[in-house]
């Protein structure tokens, strides 16, 4: 049997290591002291911002960044209408989304899930809309094309299914549609291929379970409306609306507002930074998230579901990520006639990004230079800025030695295991006598490979101290560890 102290120092031990593989970081709050010491980073990035733009014929551009549900930085560059020099835009200007729009018909299936009325992300489509039948010319017996698929865009469904800049078609004809003229260009999770059908098709029947009458009006009460998210639609804001940014072709015309009709759930929408930091930071708060019954459902949804072969890019639900450093960027981006749109975040440190232009950019070019430039002096800030482990009132309870291999005692106000005279690790309090370990320290590598580490499922587990009938702490266990020993204090 394993000892606790090899345990310990397999999996905690704090020393230099593998790079591959550092503990995550807390979020830490905003503050000026934050956005001071970032500033000349940001500064310095949002000269980036403004050369890209300029050198791709934008012609306007919001950027904003949020930490920890406070705005950490943000930044405007040109015009919302080339024939009015003064209009300059702001985190309330109105833009297109384009498929962006995709993350809110994925927020909607997780709903209705949550909410019962879906039973499973991995049900048949056809379960809940009989008709939906594409034609599958694929070998072997398939239950029918599922949400997770959809949501993943491993469905193997085609890019599009109607015309889309003219599918004003009704739920009954589209079915029928599909039925004769969809096949399936790849078996269901053999590998990613984009489709806007799929979230046409996921948003509509996300209105069809829930008895909306549409899946705009499933948006606005069960997302505008919970959110706050005052400025975003599916339909062009109205002649009278003076924060709204133009969209331009790159050859300077004006882009039309062509609304996409029934695959308005893949690309329809339009919506302000200020709005989609609303959405991010309340899927980055999963307890308190105003969006989904269940505190694990924003965690899911931040999953990545296939990994590319390079290793540095994969698939979610719906995001389309990227690796940057440490970190595996949860992305969205989005492009609709004369408009381009990203949003970026960061579930563990609660980090997120949304930039809106009027032009046609890349998207991703923009998003991961950002991050690369920003990420390091943020990282770097939040290590020297996590809080202490908290030092329970009755620590002194704990202090001693046990089963003659460790030392519990207070180092650097937090409850530390000593072993051979050096700190190992730190106990968190958890519940009444009973604790979970961690590192003496965030973001830092730690003496194992993820895989391994993971594998010794050491980090966080339980330690358990035992009060004889006079309330004196004599016993220490690991349940989940090291199950039915018991190590008493000497």
């Known amino acids: ?75 405007a560059y040109g015009l919302k209408n080339k024939l009015n020099p003064t209009s300059t835009p702001d985190l309330d200007t ?125 948006c606005q009460k069960y997302i505008f409306d919970v959110l706050g998210m005052q400025r975003s639609m599916f339909t062009a804001p109205p002649s009278t609306e003076n924060n709204f940014a133009v969209g331009y072709y790159a050859d300077g015309t004006v882009a039309p507002l062509t609304d996409i009709g029934w695959e308005g759930p893949a690309g329809q929408m339009y919506s302000t930074v200020n709005d989609l930091l609303l959405l991010l930071n309340d899927l980055m708060d999963p307890v308190q998230s105003k969006l989904f019954i269940f505190a694990d459902t ?32 949860d992305e969205k981006g989005g492009n609709i006639m004369g408009y381009s749109a990203c949003i970026v975040w960061i579930p563990r440190i609660r980090f997120a990004m949304a930039f809106l232009v ?36 009755n620590a002194l309870d704990y202090l001693g030695t046990y089963g003659g291999l460790l030392g519990v005692q207070i180092v650097n106000n937090s409850l530390g295991w000593i072993e051979n005279g050096r700190l190992s690790a730190v106990l968190m309090p958890f519940a009444p006598d009973v604790f979970q370990i961690g590192v003496p320290g965030y973001g830092v590598p730690i003496p194992m490979d993820c895989l391994n580490l993971e594998l010794q499922a050491s980090i966080n587990a339980v330690v358990a101290f035992q009060r004889n009938s006079s309330g004196i702490v004599v016993s220490l266990t690991l349940p989940g560890n090291i199950p039915g020993q018991l190590f008493s204090k000497k």
Not at 63 to 69: E, M, V
Not at 137 to 144: C, D, E, N, S, T
């Open 1 to 75: 049997m394993m000892s606790l102290a090899c345990i310990l120092i397999m999996a905690v031990t704090f020393v230099a290591a593998d790079p591959s593989c550092p503990l995550p970081l807390e979020p830490v709050p905003t503050t000026v002291d934050m956005q001071d010491t970032l500033k000349p980073i940001f500064d310095n990035s949002s000269l980036y911002f403004d050369q890209y733009l300029r050198l791709t014929n934008i012609t306007a551009g919001v950027l904003g960044i949020a930490n920890s549900g406070g705005l950490l930085f943000s930044h």
């Open 94 to 218: 109105i833009f297109r989304i384009g498929s962006v729009t995709k993350v809110f018909a994925s927020i909607a299936i997780y709903q209705l899930r949550d909410r019962g009325l879906i039973g499973s992300l991995d049900d048949p489509v056809q379960k809940y809309v009989p008709d939906f039948k594409p034609i599958d010319l694929y070998p072997g017996k398939r239950r029918g094309v599922t949400f997770r698929q959809m949501l993943s865009q491993m469905s193997g469904l085609p890019r599009e299914g109607c015309p889309l800049l003219n599918c004003n078609w009704t739920d009954a004809y589209m079915w029928d549609y599909i039925q004769k003229n969809v096949y399936l260009t790849f078996q269901p999770y053999q590998e990613p291929s984009y489709s806007n059908l799929a979230f046409g098709i996921l948003g509509n029947v996300a209105a069809i379970v829930d008895g909306s009458p549409s899946f705009a009006s499933y």
């Open 358 to 393: 009027s032009g046609q950019a890349d998207e991703f070019a923009v998003s991961t230079g950002f991050a690369s430039a920003i990420l390091p002096a943020l990282t770097s800030y939040l290590q020297l800025h996590q809080a202490p482990y908290p030092l329970p009132t």
């Open 298 to 329: 924003a965690r899911q949804l931040a999953l990545p579901m296939f990994l590319n072969p390079s290793g540095s890019s994969a698939f979610g639900t719906p995001w389309e990520m990227q690796q940057v450093g440490s970190y595996l960027l």
